[in-house]
């Protein structure tokens, strides 16, 4: 096909997922001194499988990771383990077997090294070249959305009628607003769930957050993302902010311009967060299929008891 003929970037199909996991994860120390806090485990499995897996359900086969500094532990955790493989076939182990080898499975995963930590913005400029001219999803990594809700096929469906970048929302206490990027938003006629995004701010003061409505960690990208991140200076905290991109585009008119967001009103943990990882833990580990049951029934006990 020759460029012309090509359909606007809005209406090609979302094929590839990128996850940024490069941050230095300060908030978690001394936990993520020497691993990547998206290696923490939540029940039995690193906190990252939970979002490749999101990925791959909503038909994104092909994920590129960015990554940092202890970069190994997550490229081996998605690679294949012959030793220990080979050991667990040989004791006729099939269950852990494939537990071992299911996130090998997963797609068809990259790596790309973001050589500094300068932001997330900057995190998403190094996806540029794999990614290529059409629309892409960012998940990040530290950011677990319950499986039960399915947040980023409703983006990739918003993305595919409206075109333009898709972010999610979630509505937080006005006290916290200063812990996200904020947007300030306008309704939608005949969606409840979809607003057009007018403006965005990075971690706003309570008294100057547009909304309450706060940015998590699931988008849908138009490509035209990536020139303007080229050209982002850093912002708040002296790091390249995809906010401050995405604030360019909610403003930009044009092919790619346009940012809406949908509104989630369901199940999310930050497993960057210490207090919410423990939430996650106990709130997925009470429904995991082998251990839900005993651990909720004890749980039950323990509280009843006081908590001693
Ligand atoms: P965070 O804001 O959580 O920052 O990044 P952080 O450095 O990882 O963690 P704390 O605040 O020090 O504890 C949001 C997401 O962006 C990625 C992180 O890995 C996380 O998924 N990120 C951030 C990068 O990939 N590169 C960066 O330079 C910054």
Redesign the pocket.
């Known amino acids: 096909m020759s460029a012309d003929a090509r359909p606007p970037a809005a209406r090609r199909p979302v094929e590839k997922a990128v996850i ?9 120390l001394p936990a993520t001194k020497a691993i990547p ?2 290696m923490l485990p939540v029940v039995d499995k690193p906190a990252i499988q939970y979002v490749v897996e999101e990925a791959t359900r909503a038909g994104l086969d092909d994920v590129l990771m ?1 990554t ?1 500094r202890n970069k190994g532990a997550l490229e081996d955790h998605f690679d294949r383990n012959w030793e220990l493989e080979q050991a667990l076939e040989a004791k006729g182990d099939e269950q852990r077997l494939a537990r071992v080898r299911k996130s090998a499975d997963l797609g068809t995963i990259h790596f790309v090294r ?1 050589g500094e ?4 913005g ?2 998403v400029l190094c996806a540029a070249e794999h990614v290529g001219d059409k629309p892409f999803a960012v998940l ?3 950011d677990l959305i319950d499986a039960r809700d399915h947040l980023l096929e409703r983006l990739i469906k918003v993305q595919q009628q409206r075109g333009g970048s898709v972010i999610a929302l979630l509505e937080v206490p006005p006290e916290q607003t200063h812990l996200y990027g904020c947007a300030a938003v306008q309704p939608v006629d005949g969606e409840d769930d979809v607003v057009q995004v007018t403006g965005l701010v990075e971690k706003p003061d309570p008294a100057d957050a547009p909304s309450n409505l706060a940015i998590i ?1 699931r988008y849908v990208l138009d490509p035209s993302i990536f020139d303007v991140l080229e050209r982002t200076a850093p912002g708040r905290g002296g ?1 390249i902010q995809l906010t401050d991109a995405l604030q360019e585009r909610a403003a930009a008119t044009g092919e790619g311009a346009g940012v809406h967001g949908v509104v989630f009103r369901g199940r999310r943990y930050d497993t ?1 967060d210490r207090l919410d990882y423990l939430k996650a833990m106990v709130k997925l580990g009470s429904r995991h299929k082998e251990l839900g049951d005993d651990f909720a029934a004890w749980l039950k006990d323990w509280v009843a008891a006081g908590g001693e």
């Open positions: 940024p996991a490069a941050g230095l994860g300060t908030r978690f806090k998206e960015i940092g973001q930590p300068l932001g997330l900057h995190a990040l990594g530290d960690g790091e960057g």
